[in-house]
């Protein structure tokens, strides 16, 4: 059989609420997954005493345990979900000081990514819920400057927002250009099979990988990520997908005819690669 690379481009762990990093990477690894990309998840999912650097800290431990106990390559993502900004307020912090936390919260990032603990500034946005004009105004100008920091750490944004079409990814690579921060470097988690360059305006979408959305895209072209968005909760079971997704869909695929060693390889490495700036080893 042919051994074939597969990478998961937003996946969770969480030994607080779900499985754990060494569980879920065992599972991906059998299923013929080879790297994760890791996101921090939310400070309320860890605790009520948890800020924002405990919960990217704790990320880095996991991908180093990963790393260290098993054969996943694996990579830390750390930010302040848009979310974290509408908590605050609910819980009576004011917009402003929300802001000046976030803010903090993003610097700290950006501090993580130049020490080489983390390949990314992320998931950062906005919320893909309902909020105040106010409100939106305040995520757009973190936007930015998440984007702006990226820009002098040489390194991704992954971007949580609401769904997003054609026209909100003009708006992100437009923010990018302000920023002087290259499109390709924005990656846009939880993605339809936006690749085309007219859709996507050179941004780097990250398909969510239900067979639809990936069949779909891969008539277009390879110039995307997969993802699960897995959330290892063990109160919601194999949301969003289940961590065996990427490896069993992208073998599935393969098998089918449907996609060539050339395109896996494209997707799941040159693309990361590239992105990301790191080296994947098989």
Excluded at 44 to 55: L, Q, S
Excluded at 86 to 94: D, F, H, M, Q
Excluded at 103 to 128: F, K, Y
Excluded at 163 to 190: C, M, N, T, Y
């Amino acid at each position: 059989m042919v051994m074939i690379p597969s990478t998961d481009n937003h996946i969770h762990v969480d030994p607080i609420n779900g499985e754990g990093p060494l569980p879920v990477a065992q599972k991906f690894y059998r299923s013929g997954g080879t790297a994760m990309i890791i996101p921090n998840k939310p400070t309320w999912t860890v605790g009520e005493d948890c800020d924002f650097k405990r919960a990217m800290e704790l990320v880095v431990g996991y991908v180093e345990e990963i790393n260290r106990e098993t054969e996943v390559q694996a990579f830390a993502v750390v930010g302040s979900h848009p979310a974290e900004l509408s908590r605050l307020v609910r819980e009576g912090t004011t917009l402003e000081e929300g802001e000046e936390l976030m803010r903090g919260a993003l610097e700290t990032a950006q501090e993580m990514v130049l020490e080489g603990q983390a390949v990314a500034i992320g998931e950062v946005g906005r919320p893909h819920y309902e909020i105040t004009p106010e409100e939106m105004e305040i995520h757009n100008r973190l936007l930015l400057y998440a984007m702006e920091l990226a820009k002098e750490a040489d390194c991704p944004v992954q971007l949580h927002t609401e769904s997003a079409g054609p026209d909100e990814f003009l708006e992100f690579a437009q923010l990018a250009d302000q920023a002087g921060l290259k499109r390709e470097k924005v990656i846009k988690h939880f993605s339809g099979p936006l690749v085309l360059q007219e859709e996507n305006h050179g941004l780097t979408p990250s398909l969510i990988s239900s067979g639809d959305v990936i069949q779909a895209g891969l008539k277009k072209g390879t110039n995307f990520l997969m993802e699960t968005d897995y959330l290892d909760d063990l109160s919601r079971p194999g949301a969003v997908l289940g961590p065996k997704t990427v490896p069993r869909r992208t073998r599935k695929l393969f098998n089918a005819g449907l996609i060539s060693e050339d395109d896996v390889h494209r997707i799941h490495v040159e693309n990361v690669e590239r992105v990301y700036g790191i080296e994947l080893v098989f």
